[in-house]
Nanobody
């Protein structure tokens, strides 16, 4: 029930940085918790990061903790994923997703099935 459009992917060398953006349509963006997921060829879609509606709470997969930062600008209806110190194993298609309502308690990430709206996905390729 919210349209998501992603941008900012591309090719980067190991150790470099990229910033992904995901713009949402409408004026109800602040009602949604947001998340980022990724999927590499032949691999299952996996949780990367999520952020609460106000932006006060964030959670990260262990594999990206300390390197990636999720943030949001509710006035611009946009969520971001700043990716630093990129590694070849970060290569994947990255998806942003929206979950209506509160984020709730996050124990070990959030399953993709909790998110009702998805972006088209953008390729991130990290070369060695």
């Amino acid at each position: 029930q919210v349209q998501l459009v992603e941008s900012g992917g591309g090719l980067v060398q190991a150790g470099g940085s990229l910033r992904l953006s995901c713009a949402a349509s409408g004026r109800t963006f602040s009602r949604y918790a947001m998340g980022w997921f990724r999927q590499a060829p032949g691999k299952e879609r996996e949780f990367v990061a999520t952020i609460s509606r106000s932006g006060a709470s964030t959670y990260y997969a262990d594999s990206v903790k300390g390197r990636f930062t999720i943030s949001r600008d509710n006035a611009m209806s946009t969520v971001y994923l700043q990716m630093n110190s990129l590694k070849p194993e970060d290569t994947a298609v990255y998806y942003c997703a929206a979950k209506f309502g509160p984020l709730g308690t996050v124990v070990a990430g959030i399953p993709a099935s909790d998110f009702g709206s998805w972006g088209q996905g953008i390729q991130v390729t990290v070369s060695s």
